[in-house]
Every structure is written in C-alpha cells, then in structure tokens.
C-alpha cells in the first residue's frame, strides 16, 4: 500500500476550467497528467535530465503501466498538491508512486502507481539502469526507495 | 488476464496529430480517453443511456480505478480498434475491460480493466446496481459476464 | 494593435510535456487554453465570481470569438507569462485580450483576442451587461479599458 | 466570408464526453482540434503527405493565425460535419477554411480560417510553396482557391 509518509516531494496545481467536465468535476483523464507532471518535476528536483534529448539519447524510459485509483472528486479552482516519490529499482525497471490531495492534505483525492522500463533506443529491449540514476534517486528517497544495484550483480 | 474472445464490441478511433507527443507516439493519457470513448460506445449500443440527464439523474455511475497496460506504441494517423467488455457486475460495482490493438488485431497496443461503483446521488453512497442494467448486459454478453442479481438476494 | 503597456495582470504557466507535439513546440490549441486559464485568473483578481453557480446563473457569458496570432514557438519545460486586460465593454459585449510571453518577456510567443456576449440564460438573447462588472473592471482597468455605461443609455 | 457551397470536403466527428465542459457544450478549445483534425484529413485526401518525416524534412508548414467564430453549442454525443477548403496560397503562404456543422448542415457550429506559412528549416524564414503543393490543391479546388502561381513571378 501507498505510505503517506514516504512523500518527500510535492507541487501544486490549481484546476483549470477545462480540466472539469460535465458532471462539474474533474475528468478521470486530468490526474494521469497532473501525476506525471509531477513526476517530470520530481525528477528534474533530483537531478535527473528530463528532455527530448536526452529521451532520444542513450536510454529512453517508456511507461508500461499505471494504476489509478480516484477517492474523492476535485473541482474547477481547487488547489492541489500532488506528491511523487520513486518507490523501487530494479535491474531495468522503476516504479514511482503519486497521490492527490486537497484541503491541506486532508482529502485524498486519488493514488497512482507508474511503472516504467528503461530501453536500449536501438534494440528497443530492456536495458540496466544505470548507477548514476540509482544514486540521485538514492540521494534523495535514501532508505525510502528499494534500490537493487547493478554492482550487486557483479559480486 | 484479459481474454481476447470474451470481446464482442469494436470501435475505430483514428490518432489524430495532436494527441502525439514529442516522441512521436500516442501520448499515454489518450489511450485512456479512447478506453472511455469506447466504453460509451459499447454502453449506447447495450441500449443504456449515457447522457448528462440520466447522469445526475436516480443513479450516479463513478469510476474508482483504471489499470492499464501499455504495450506498444501507437503512431498519428494509425487506425486503432477498440474492443470493450464488462467482465463482471456485482451489488453496486461493475468492471469493464478495453483493449486496443493495430495492425487487424495483430498488434496489442495497451489493456485496460476500469471499476466503477454506483452511487445514490442524494447521499453519494453505494447503491444497488438495477435489474435493467444487469438485463441489458446479459442480453448482449451471456455467459461471458459474471452477473450476480440482486434477486439472488431476496433467495 | 494590441498595446503591450496596457496589460497590468501577468500568470506564469510553465509548459507540460503532454502539451508538446511532435515537432517539439506547443501544440497550437494549448496556447488557446493558457489564454483562457489567465482571463479566469484576471477575473477573479478583479472580483469577479467565476463559478459553475455564477454560470449557471442570472447572467451566462459565452465566448463568440477567438483571434490567435502565433509569434514564437514554446517548449518543454519553459515558463510563459501571460498576461490579460479587458479592451472593451459594451452593451451586451466585451473583449479580452491576451499576450503570452517568454524569457522575461524578451520574446512573444502569441496574442490572442477573445470576444464574448452576454446571455440571459432563459432566452439564449443577449442581455445588457450590468453595472456592477463594468465597475469592478473600471476599478482595475480605469481609462485602459472602453467603457460604455448603461445608465449613458438614460441620458 | 466563407462561401459555404465552396466546400467539397467533409469528415465527420461524433463528439466525445470529455470534450464537453460544465455547461454540457463542448470546450471552445475542442473546435479547434477537429478543424485541424478535418485539415489533415483533407490534405491527405488531397496526396499531400502528412506525416512527422515531410514536416522535418524540405518544407516545414507552421500556423500563424487562426480565427474561430462560435456560432451555437455543440453537445455530447452529437455527430459533427467537419469541411475544409484551401481559400488561397500566396508565394510563401496558405490559409484554409472550416465549418462545422450538425443536424444535417442545419446548424452552424463555428467556422475557422487558420493562415499557415512554409518555412525552410534550415533558417526558419518563408520559403517558396512548391509548385508540386500548387498543383495537388488545384486538382481538387480548381477555380475555387486562389492560386498564385510561382511561375508567374518568372514572367
């Protein structure tokens, strides 16, 4: 289950009008992109180079999955917090976590799970992460976030 | 896991330009919203009415959670089919499977199982699901939806 | 012309990667609700309710016309100030006009003019605009803004 | 004006639940995308290629205009006609016409003139529109587009 306390990192976002459908709250679609705007500014926190470049360079990260779960609806206006944190790396895969609340904290308005895989961009098959990702998510979530290393494959 | 056959209703969504991202694929947010365009689809074919009267009318239809899958990417002007299907409808909560596939159904693009509850408007809690839906979905799925009825209850 | 100097209600936005299309630049329907998200902004700085309630209310005000000029291309990541004024209020109508800039506002990126009308939400008619909106704006704007009273109607 | 019997192509758009706003009318900012939606289907119609090879490669087309007038609502679920007509190419420029319409080209939703130019890419300053472009929308429009022919400028 998500841990509340394991957030380290969370920006606002206030509902924009056309983010609000017709039933007057805002459409399921919007918090997998208020989710994975904070995911992009989790990771430009840590250190990580998030740009079209560098998603066409060495290693491209594509999404695989997501989970989302909506608890409460929010509506036009509203502010928002949004928390990200990276829960597990594993050899070629990472997971981060987000969840949305409002009124300070005190309504959680929805849960997500993202599941991602690195990719060699010439193969297009999975690829080890590398060390120097593995250490500014460390730097940051330390005990917080299971890290397997590559250098544990080596011994 | 998701069974192919069980899926009797498609619908074509062609990807328009902007619904691309930098990285020239179908940014992972629309294939929600096909999922959904597909489950209306699907549902005015059944025969229910899907309107905003009958939204905030005697019962109130929220989505709680979306699991979705991605598989591989779609590209602009990509014909996409979309197949819907209940998988099952118990006392207030129903569940619908979508998957898209490309290429004549050779290529699996992205998966997607979506829960929804059943609400009474005036109080905003669960709410058992009427016999008419449930009559509507059998008649077009048979055995391949799990129903369990209400009448079953009173027995 | 639209008069730079005019304009004294400035957001930032910062551009979302799912708001970049394939050639790397804001889609051009973004920059359309960047403009809209800052005139809900400036109407709420000057007091005016902007709510589904107030909407739905004694008065609706629909958009009628939307003017875009495309001066410079926004990417991923930067920051966008957007700026708005009223240019005009008259019977039943007004104006807004909207400039989006970048880089401390070394670069414009787009401008936009937005006219709407003033409905009586039973008939769909146009409907005289009341004093108490053209006295919030006038307390912002002051001569910035054409103001046409109606009590000068009286007259 | 836009000249309705000058239109020769249409595609239909069924409007979905998540392009319609609080007031039960489809966003403002959704117009927009079905006219370029229609555009591109026109162009293709018309053998021009469409696709993120062409736009990076000899020419690049960028909008710098578009003008939208709102004419009456659309709603939920509603089925579109969408038409597009090329009004005019000049030496390094072009501007399309839209209409979408419903119930059968009773009603008049909005209308759309959106002005585009050829843009070298290697120095992003107007280019020449080929004669091979000239002719594909002449084939199609005959007398009904302006055409400036570049050959002309030789004489």
């Not at 991602?116 to 590398?130: Q, S």
């Given at each position: 289950?998500?841990?509340?306390?394991?957030?380290?990192?969370?920006?606002?976002?206030?509902?924009?009008?056309?983010?609000?459908?017709?039933?007057?709250?805002?459409?399921?679609?919007?918090?997998?992109?208020?989710?994975?705007?904070?995911?992009?500014?989790?990771l430009?926190?840590?250190?990580?180079?998030?740009?079209?470049?560098?998603?066409?360079?060495?290693?491209?990260?594509?999404?695989?999955?997501?989970?989302?779960?909506?608890?409460?609806?929010?509506?036009?206006?509203?502010l928002?917090?949004?928390?990200?944190?990276?829960s597990?790396?594993?050899?070629?895969?990472?997971?981060?976590?987000?969840?949305?609340?409002?009124?300070g904290?005190?309504?959680?308005?929805?849960?997500?799970?993202?599941?991602?895989?690195?990719?060699?961009?010439?193969?297009?098959?999975?690829?080890?992460?590398?060390?120097?990702?593995?250490?500014?998510?460390?730097?940051?979530?330390s005990?917080?976030?299971?890290?397997?290393?590559?250098?544990?494959?080596?011994?």
């Amino acid at each position: 289950m998500i841990d509340r306390k394991k957030f380290k990192h969370t920006i606002q976002i206030r509902v924009r009008n056309y983010e609000v459908d017709w039933q007057g709250i805002v459409h399921n679609g919007n918090y997998l992109l208020y989710f994975e705007a904070a995911r992009i500014e989790y990771l430009k926190h840590l250190g990580v180079k998030v740009d079209m470049k560098s998603i066409q360079g060495e290693g491209k990260v594509v999404l695989v999955r997501n989970e989302i779960d909506y608890e409460s609806p929010a509506y036009f206006d509203e502010l928002l917090e949004v928390s990200t944190r990276m829960s597990f790396i594993r050899d070629s895969s990472f997971a981060m976590e987000g969840i949305i609340e409002k009124n300070g904290g005190e309504i959680l308005v929805a849960r997500n799970v993202a599941y991602h895989v690195w990719l060699d961009p010439r193969t297009d098959r999975p690829k080890t992460i590398g060390d120097d990702f593995r250490k500014l998510v460390q730097a940051f979530e330390s005990t917080d976030c299971e890290i397997s290393w590559t250098s544990m494959n080596v011994w």
